[in-house]
């Protein structure tokens, strides 16, 4: 503000920075300042680079979120099913019954938006030439987009999906008790090879870990109970 030509300030009243500033102040609410380097600020856009990076990080995230959240809720009986997403539509329109994740979907294309609009500035950042970049007008809209969408999308998402979400409690044990990972803790009492052998017969025996290990009588039953209880591995359980 106030940096006319290349940051010289040529032409301007005195203070127009400042008095520029409190203006926009009475107007917006918010708090203003004046850039310490007039001449850095109006050929370098690094703090948009940077407040955008900052949401694109945090995007890169709530995909990773919502993904996981698709997986985990798939089903109901031929995915994972350990979790149910609340129904905010009547269904599918191919599948009668048919309960679809469109609030994950939604937070997922809001951030690839976001995404693209970082993609944009980053573009927009590295176009200035010499002492000054022209390309402010796309570097504001779409960094004023991203904070919209991501803060109308993340507020949606967690009134309309994280609080309605429930466990299936009997699946997640389901699966917890027949998975073949249970098997790690075992390497450090029986060794790596025994352990392996015993995740291999019980893969194809169809079996889970705790029935081989029962099968074959390699240590007691309540120390086999305890020691592969899934919950006692997570160290939840004290």
Do not use: W
């Not at 017969?201 to 099968?215: L, Y």
């Amino acid at each position: 503000m106030g940096g006319t030509a290349v940051g010289t300030g040529l032409n301007t009243p005195e203070n127009f920075g400042q008095l520029a500033i409190k203006e926009m102040e009475l107007i917006t609410g918010q708090d203003f300042r004046l850039a310490k380097n007039a001449f850095e600020a109006t050929q370098s856009a690094e703090a948009i680079l940077g407040a955008s990076g900052a949401l694109r990080s945090i995007a890169v995230t709530l995909i990773k979120i919502a993904n996981d959240l698709r997986l985990l809720s798939s089903g109901p009986r031929t995915g994972i099913g350990e979790i149910n997403l609340p129904a905010v539509q009547p269904g599918s329109s191919i599948m009668p019954g048919k309960v679809n994740p469109v609030m994950a979907e939604m937070l997922n294309m809001a951030c690839f938006q976001i995404i693209g609009n970082d993609t944009a500035i980053t573009m927009a950042a590295q176009g200035g030439q010499f002492e000054l970049n022209v390309f402010t007008p796309v570097l504001a809209y779409d960094l004023l987009s991203s904070i919209e969408i991501l803060t109308g999308a993340s507020i949606s998402f967690t009134e309309k999906c994280l609080r309605g979400i429930t466990v299936n409690r009997e699946r997640c044990e389901e699966l917890s008790k027949q998975s073949l990972a249970l098997v790690t803790i075992l390497a450090t009492t029986i060794g790596y090879e025994k352990a392996a052998e015993i995740a291999h017969t019980a893969h194809r025996e169809n079996k889970s870990i705790t029935e081989v290990v029962k099968e074959m009588n390699i240590m007691d039953e309540k120390d086999v109970e305890e020691l592969l209880d899934p919950i006692n591995m997570t160290g939840v359980r004290k």
